[in-house]
């Protein structure tokens, strides 16, 4: 079992251009989530999926979209990337929403230049 | 909203010492207080995690104390070892209808000197 798998590892983007994170997990888990990671910051919650074709907002959703088209996957687009945009984003899955066990990926670090 | 704060920001003990983070949230709903540890260049992991109808759980070395009165639980790490390095994040969460996400505290850098 793999768990939680994103890909890509790292990126290196130039401004303007349209990206998508991707974000697979073999769990069967409900519930899905983005995150970014940002020293001093901690984790801050982009958007979230409580089931396959619904997703929601986080705290930080501006210039980011996600689906959900079927369990297993949630994929991050970032439509024209900014370098506030720079980050480590990380992909997590609970089996459901609120207080159950967030399982994270390894995560994708993105810089945007 | 709820907002959760976490000190220190950095911590360094040796070897065989005990090491204490403790956060503090603002949402007296909050009632599911889990502990994450991430590794460099790896995802958060949950190490332990308590709900608030309990006041202190134990997992070997590690264990985490709630105070819903005063709103602030810690993590307590005995008998540390350099594996224990890593950063550590607290987050807070409540349970009911719709989705009620986690709020995580910025992390604690630990450094466990041999």
């Known amino acids: 079992i793999a768990g939680i798998t994103q890909a890509p590892t790292s990126q290196i983007l130039a401004a303007g251009r349209r990206m998508t994170l991707r974000c697979t997990q073999d769990m069967r888990h409900n519930a899905m989530y983005w995150y970014r990671q940002d020293l001093g910051l901690g984790l801050r919650l982009i958007h979230y999926?409580?089931?396959?074709?619904?997703?929601g907002k986080g705290e930080v959703p501006d210039g980011y979209s996600v689906s959900r088209a079927n369990t297993d996957d949630f994929p991050l687009t970032l439509a024209s990337a900014v370098p506030s945009q720079t980050s480590v984003y990380f992909c997590a899955s609970s089996r459901q929403g609120n207080t159950d066990t967030q399982y994270f990926g390894p995560g994708t670090r993105l810089t945007v230049l | 909203g709820e907002n959760v704060e976490q000190h220190p920001s950095t911590l360094s003990v040796q070897e065989g010492d005990s090491a204490v983070i403790k956060c503090t949230y603002s949402d007296s709903a909050s009632n599911y207080f889990p502990w994450y540890k991430q590794e460099l260049g790896k995802g958060p992991q949950l190490i332990i995690d308590?709900?608030?109808?309990?006041g202190e759980k134990k997992d070997q070395r590690i264990a985490v104390t709630l105070n819903k009165t005063a709103k602030h639980f810690s993590l307590h790490i005995t008998e540390t070892q350099p594996e224990d390095s890593a950063v550590y994040f607290c987050a807070a969460s409540k349970e009911g209808t719709g989705f009620q996400k986690l709020v995580f505290g910025t992390g604690t850098r630990l450094l466990v000197s041999p």
């Open positions: 999926s409580n089931t396959a074709g619904t997703t």
């Open positions: 308590i709900r608030s109808n309990v």
